[in-house]
């Protein structure tokens, strides 16, 4: 053999030879290593020993676990990633593992309940720290005021100042730590630009205790979109929340959209009619883009259906335009229109804009017409004789209205006939609310008394109380109430030329403004006196059952201002 040769074979086994070494020599990759987490609970009711003992366990590793009750204490169960009774117990690792030991107390336990107020104020320790505690444990209990907090007091089922203090558990028990906060922040907050939108707090307070956490709330105003928080805040979440640990001012940046926006002035028009004059004249609404790009595609529409007594029109379909609303006296038939109130909304639309549709509130009053001329609903007489006591219960329903005082001489004395009157007049649903220029009781005289040589008056006043035409008589008028003002007073006339005319002014206008309820009027006499002869001072006026002409009836003449 060659010395080559020989070279050549040397150098080949020992290349070889490195080739399996290095394959031998690689190391494996780690197994998978799981945890097992072992508890008590309560946390002072025991204790568990597991074997092996180890912080982590290789696949498949199946564990031991003894639970050994402490004094008082005895053990009830697995729960968790093991369960039963048995006790020693096995879990086998193949995947993490979280084991509890329950264990019952063999004699009565208790809770201690602590809290702290306000809950972000401070915190409280108690030693020993345990889950429940046997009769007569002294529980240490230390409060740490948070920053910004001073603690004050304790609460509940522990009373004082001193800290730490001590509390006995020979019941369940709740202990308060009350902290007082030592200063306080001031939010601002602000928006950019200023129309773009509002932000909203939670809780909305002018100043904040320390560590509080409110509630921003960034609404965009019309045209505009949310854009980010500046200031003591960053971000673009919307609510959002900050934490007061400090003064902080925060500020709200919209951005404008180029969205239109319908813009009408005025939103509202009234219109006031009176029947039988003219229509009032027609109005107009300002329509302007209030937003940015072009307003276009306007439209009118009537969102409560479209009125007969109005019509709107638009000058163009493009912002800005005018809008003219014109009311009508008639229906399209021409029939005219009642007296009253009418309400509807034109709406002006665009597909265009951002917040179509904008509506235009249209009211239109129609006023009775300037004089209402009333005949009376209904009237009654009530008579009382000193002679006849029958009459002061009986009705008189259709005679004329008689007022005033009939003296009738004797051998020693006199005797006398009285006689008062009432009216309604049923107008209220014409006068409720309306100005009332003057209003006059009107009544025509069907004879005169007797004795023209003495003046006696009649007085008018409004009643107080309501009363029945069927039913009225001298004695029940007796027991009726009269308003205290707008008394008309009158001269019994001496003539049926013409009639009397009462100013019951006042009397209408509480009637119209709602201050007064219409009872109607009461009419009777004032200033009669006995003149030691035959006297016959009663006037006899028209009504309603006793007239020489309908015209003549009793009438209420209302004129509106």
């Known amino acids: 053999m060659s ?61 031991t676990l003894t639970a050994t009750p402490a004094a008082n204490y005895v053990f009830t169960r697995w729960a968790g990633d093991v369960n039963g009774t048995d006790n020693p117990a096995t879990v ?14 063999t004699t009565p336990m208790h809770e201690l309940t602590v809290t702290v107020s306000p809950s972000i104020g401070g915190s409280v320790a108690k030693s020993p720290l345990q889950d429940e505690y046997t009769p007569g444990t002294a529980v240490t209990l230390t409060a740490t005021a948070a920053s910004g907090y001073a603690f004050t007091r304790w609460e509940g089922d522990l009373t004082g100042t001193a800290n730490p203090a001590a509390v006995t558990m020979d019941v369940d028990k709740s202990v308060v730590a009350v902290f007082t906060a030592t200063t306080q922040y001031v939010l601002t907050v602000a928006v950019s630009p200023s129309g773009g939108g509002t932000v909203s707090r939670s ?7 320390p560590a509080t956490v409110v ?6 105003a019309s ?53 039988g004059e003219p229509a009032p004249p027609a109005q107009t609404v300002s329509v302007t883009n209030g937003g940015q790009g072009t307003l276009s595609g306007l439209a009118r529409s009537f969102p ?60 239109f009053r129609i006023l009775p017409e300037a004089t209402l001329t009333a005949t ?21 329903p259709d005679t004329p209205l008689a007022v005033g005082v009939d003296y009738l001489p004797r051998t020693s004395g006199y005797d006398t006939h009285e006689a008062a009157s009432a009216l309604f007049f049923d107008i209220q649903s014409q006068i409720a609310g309306r100005l009332i220029t003057r209003a006059t009781l009107r009544l025509y005289v069907l004879t005169v008394r007797g004795d023209l040589s003495v003046m006696p008056q009649i007085r008018v006043s409004a009643f107080a109380t309501l009363w029945n035409p069927a039913i009225l008589t001298w004695n029940a008028w007796q027991t009726m109430q009269v308003q205290p003002a707008g008394t008309a007073i009158q001269s019994a006339p001496a003539s049926t030329a013409a009639p009397v005319d009462f100013d019951v002014t006042t009397i209408v206008r509480n009637w119209a403004s709602g201050t007064w309820l219409n009872y109607g009027l009461q009419i009777d006499g004032l200033a009669h006196y006995y003149p030691a002869s035959l006297s016959l001072q009663t006037t006899r006026f028209q009504s309603l059952e006793r007239f020489d002409d309908l015209s003549r009836r009793p009438r209420l003449i209302v004129e509106f201002q």
């Open 203 to 209: 809780p909305d307070q002018a100043q904040y205790d």
């Open 304 to 363: 409560d259906g479209a009125p007969s007594w109005l019509t709107a029109t638009l000058s163009g379909a493009t912002a800005p335009a005018t809008l003219s609303v014109q009311v009508s006296m008639n229906d399209p038939l021409g029939h005219p229109l009642a007296a009253g109130t009418y309400t509807t909304r034109v709406a002006v639309t665009s597909a265009a804009a951002g917040n179509s549709p904008q509506d235009v509130a249209v009211t």
């Open 92 to 105: 086998a690792m193949s995947a993490n593992r979280s084991v509890s030991a329950v264990f019952t107390s």
């Open 215 to 220: 509630t921003l709330t960034a609404t965009p």
């Open 376 to 396: 009376a609903a209904y009237d009654n007489v009530v008579q009382y004789s000193s002679i006849d006591g029958s009459m002061a219960n009986m009705v008189y």
């Open 3 to 63: 010395r080559t040769a020989l070279a050549l074979g040397i150098i080949g086994s020992l290349l070889l030879y490195l080739a399996c070494k290095t394959e031998s020599t690689t190391p494996e990759p780690p197994e998978a290593q799981y945890m097992l987490t072992v508890t008590a609970t309560p946390s002072n009711g025991g204790t568990v020993a597991r074997s092996p003992s180890q912080a982590s366990y290789a696949p498949g590793t199946v564990v």
């Open 223 to 275: 045209g505009y979109a949310f854009t980010r928080w500046d200031g003591g805040l960053t971000g673009t979440s919307n609510p959002i929340t900050i934490a007061m640990t400090s003064n902080r001012s925060v500020t709200a940046v919209f951005s404008a959209t180029a969205t239109p926006l319908i813009e009408l002035t005025p939103t509202s028009l009234d219109f006031l009619g009176k029947v």
